[in-house]
């Protein structure tokens, strides 16, 4: 007769703390280029603007910026300055961290279309100065706001949050 | 697309191991079990099977580098010739289209799949490796976690056609129900929408109970060609048509409220099956649900139900077991669990069972001769499909 083949066992929290195991406690490390775009759109951070492309085939406003467009399959070298607002196009109320730790505060992630894009493209970004998470909509204006000058690195954090725009 | 296609190919055996949380087995000893159990009634055995494609999700998790190298034993690969299969969370989907491919082409006559994942192994929670899918420069440097795609999607996907949370919640109550009668589940449960609603927030509108859990599991099948199938099998279940797409990595750039890329994937794979009216030909679906509005989404993308009114759908019960096309009846990613690449594949296996009648507490009511199963994948950005059918 054959030997039985295990099926799998699901082992409780106290078991596995138990269980005969190797750790490991990798240190990795990275430096990611930025690229030709996305790098002279870092810049345009620290100078504080936002910079687009518009691609010559399909004429679409494109951020964040892009050395060829993805639709026309064609080089993208036409630059213009977007504005700092923005709609919101849809959001997320996060309690929880990267981690899944519990946040005391929560997050409020969004995609927010740029003004001065084309309609619907957008960025990933974070709202700040709201009053109340649940007085976020969809469709709210925005304006970005940027960290001091001095103190910008070229990079997305150059922003510090959307905050909404009175109307 | 030219459809010049040499050899019909049928899956002849299926196969999986329990869903767990913690698995006190290697991924290698999950996958071997997993291959035993597809070959068991498969008609075939190992010797016979000629070429092996594996799935497997993010190396991250496991710590491993290579692991399609490190899984290749437990998944039969002994000196055959052996294939990995990777796009995220599709990858169990995308495996079998491999495997259709290995035998249809006519370089093989057999091939076994195999789909893996051992999420436990990352400490303390494997939610940290997904992270790196977020673009390193302007997204990650936010300090993004996974579930902030998966709610702006849903919040997206709610607002643009008015969907309450509580229809939402309707597929936690329905797939949590459904695992029950899975011999393999790890999170089937008896619960309902007050429940679903009352569950802590993760990231509004997602909730706890929206959510499907971190997994340890296996899944196997075995495919054939069309002479050996016919030899070996006597229920042989046809692979009618696959399909499988990728929109842009730009996901800020897109309306998240509809897959067109699950359209697209779904598309390809009716026109091979010859399938004109996809809500009638199709009599039992697996869409791919690893949060409850993703089944709702997906089941749209399918082109199972106008954009916006799979909710509806499920209120009437048109998804349930005895409903008119019963959808997640195995209890899916929520109601058995999450091992990322072997969920989409325990898709598969749950198709071939139901086609064969095989699926004993869990076997739907409408005696259904074809089935879809759809898995789903990365930035919001990948559909795969296939299309079973015993006729």
Known sequence: ?167 | MGLNIKHKVAVVGAGMSNVMRRAEETGRELSFYAVKEALKNSGLTIEDVECVVMATAPDAFDGVHMKGEYLADGAGAFRKPYMRSYVGGGSGVFAIIHGWYMVASGMFKTCLVVAEEKMSSAQPHPQAAFNSIYDHTLERPLGVNLLWIFALEMNRYMSVHKIPLEDIALVSVKNKRNGLDHPCTQVGAEVTVKEVLESEIMAWPVHRLMVSPTSDAAAAIVIARDDIARRVSEQPVWIKGVGWNLDTAFWTNRDLYYPDYVEKAARMAYEMAGITNPRKEIHVVEPYDPFAYKELHHLEGLLLADRGKAPELLKKGVFDRDGELPSCPSGGLLGVGNPIAAAGLMKVCEIFWQLRGEAGKRQVKNNPKTGLAQAWGDLMQVGTVVILSVN
């Open chain 1, 1 to 167: 007769m054959e030997p039985k083949v295990i099926r799998g066992r699901d082992l409780k929290r106290d078991e596995f703390e138990k269980a005969l195991k190797v750790e490991y406690h990798p240190e990795a490390r990275y430096a990611w280029d930025a690229g030709y775009a996305v790098g002279k759109f870092l810049e345009g951070l620290k100078q504080g603007k936002i910079l687009g492309v518009r691609c010559r085939r399909c004429r679409r406003i494109l951020v964040p910026p892009r050395a060829f467009c993805e639709l026309c399959f064609v080089p993208i070298d036409e630059w213009l300055e977007l504005k700092d607002t923005g709609t919101v196009n849809t959001f997320s109320i996060s309690y929880v961290s990267m981690d899944v730790k519990r946040l005391e505060e929560p997050e409020i992630p969004a995609v927010i279309e740029i003004d001065g894009a084309s309609p619907g493209v957008g960025i990933l970004h974070k709202l700040g100065e709201v009053d109340d998470p649940k007085n976020v909509k969809i469709g709210m204006k925005v304006k970005a706001v940027w960290k001091p000058e001095k103190e910008r690195t070229g990079a997305i954090t150059d922003i510090l949050y959307f905050k909404p725009l009175e109307e």
